[in-house]
């Protein structure tokens, strides 16, 4: 059903700070950066930062929250969500676009959000 884990984020406060420090500190390349989203090349996986407040509108759930979130990429998402329900699994919402993707929230069994996301247009 998962392709890969895409990429993991953290949402962040100060986001001058928190670049440098996974830039500067950590010494990963920076792959693409605007006010909100920060992305750095960890090799097999992107390390991403996300301003608190930033996102769909009107959709919290997609990865606000404290620690990490891990984004897994699927081929269909509807496939991959009707596939995870009929498992137990609960969603946070439905399916929502935003930019190139079709996002989903979901939560594993201690609470932590997890996305999953596929491609599109």
Known sequence: MFNKVDDVFFNVDDM????????DTLGLPVKYQSAD?????????TIAL???GSGPEGRPE???????TIVFE???IEAAKSELEGQGVKFIGGVCEYGTVKLAAIEDLNGNV???YQHHG
């Open 16 to 23: 001058e700070k928190s670049v440098a420090f996974y830039r």
């Open 37 to 45: 989203w920060v992305e750095f090349d960890a090799g097999n996986v």
């Open 50 to 52: 996300r301003r608190y």
């Open 62 to 68: 997609l990865g606000v929250g404290e620690g990490a």
């Open 74 to 76: 699927v081929d269909d």
């Open 114 to 116: 997890l996305q999953i």
